[in-house]
């Protein structure tokens, strides 16, 4: 079993009474972690021109018959987001079971209601829902 005080405490998530920042989210766990730009053991006495030297340019395979000229965000003059009326542009938040049948759910549908957004930053799946007009 490990010691309690063996902790590092620079890590550690602090309690909301612990810090100056009020971010409105009463349980500290419901604030999410964002982790460091880069890691801890990052070279920071390296300059750029030494970091860059270290960098391997990406493998590129250049095979023009794989490309489905049928595509529409391989054209020239667009930057591949193209818009579409499937996908809304209004971001939803939490989605949880509206009927709130757990395990047991017989419902053969799959229903959800929007709580919100989360206090804490999205996830990438989250971000990814949208609310569609109908």
Do not use: C, K, N
């Not at 000229?69 to 542009?89: C, F, I, M, R, S």
Request: hydrophobic fraction near 30%.
């Amino acid at each position: 079993m490990s010691d309690p005080d063996s902790f590092d405490t620079e890590s550690d998530q602090l309690e909301p009474e612990d810090t100056l920042m009020d971010t409105g989210v009463a349980d500290v766990l419901d604030e999410g972690y964002s982790p460091p730009e880069r890691p801890w053991t990052a070279d920071e006495d390296a300059t750029l021109d030494e970091r860059l030297a270290r960098e391997l340019p990406d493998e590129t395979v250049e095979d023009e018959d794989d490309e489905d000229p049928d595509w529409e965000a391989d054209t020239d003059d667009t930057d591949g987001e193209l818009l579409d009326d499937q996908v809304g542009e209004r971001r939803s938040g939490r989605l949880v079971d509206a009927a709130e049948g757990g395990v047991f759910d017989t419902d053969s549908d799959a229903w959800a209601s929007d709580v919100g957004i989360d206090g804490a930053g999205a996830s990438a799946e989250e971000a990814a829902v949208h609310v569609v007009d109908e």
